[in-house]
């Protein structure tokens, strides 16, 4: 009879043990669909913030294109501007006039070559492109405008 009691003893405590740990297991599992569906909300969010990042940054890059364009465009302007009055002037110089508006040529067509080749690869390529390439404009514009003075220097 004793033997007997210990045996029922045992069993209920194992087959509790058990119930116990099946019952963890489903909260486990529960739980577990909880996080996943969780992580699908999370990815669903994510995908959109990337889509509009990728938007924002192709707008953003198609309008710099468009200014960096006009400011090209109206660098070709004065350069032509530049050759007319060369053209009429009777100075000595003028071979070192038209060599030095060839050099001013040749970077305002890498600089439009520069523009048209670039591929946005990220936000920090795109960040130093653009001042590299804002800072080559610039340095462009001064010489530019500063045509006839530098020849003197």
């Excluded at 192709?58 to 109206?74: L, M, P």
């Excluded at 660098?75 to 100075?91: C, F, G, V």
């Amino acid at each position: 009879m004793r033997k007997k009691l210990i045996i029922i003893a045992a069993s209920a405590f194992i087959a509790g043990t058990i119930l116990i740990g099946c019952d963890s297991s489903a909260k486990k599992v529960e739980e577990a669909r909880e996080n996943v569906q969780t992580s699908k909300e999370n990815v669903g969010v994510a995908n959109q913030d990337l889509n509009k990042a990728i938007q924002d940054s192709a707008a953003e890059f198609q309008r710099f294109q468009q200014e960096s364009e006009a400011r090209i465009i109206t660098y070709e302007q004065n350069i032509a501007e530049l050759k007319a009055k060369i053209a009429k002037d009777k100075k000595e110089g003028k071979t070192q006039y038209q060599k030095m508006l060839a050099d001013l040529e040749q970077k305002t067509a890498d600089m439009k070559k520069s523009l048209k080749e670039y591929k946005v690869e990220g936000n920090d390529k795109w960040d130093a492109f653009k001042v590299k390439f804002n800072k080559n404009m610039d340095d462009l514009g001064k010489s530019i405008s500063n045509f006839f003075t530098n020849e003197k220097k």
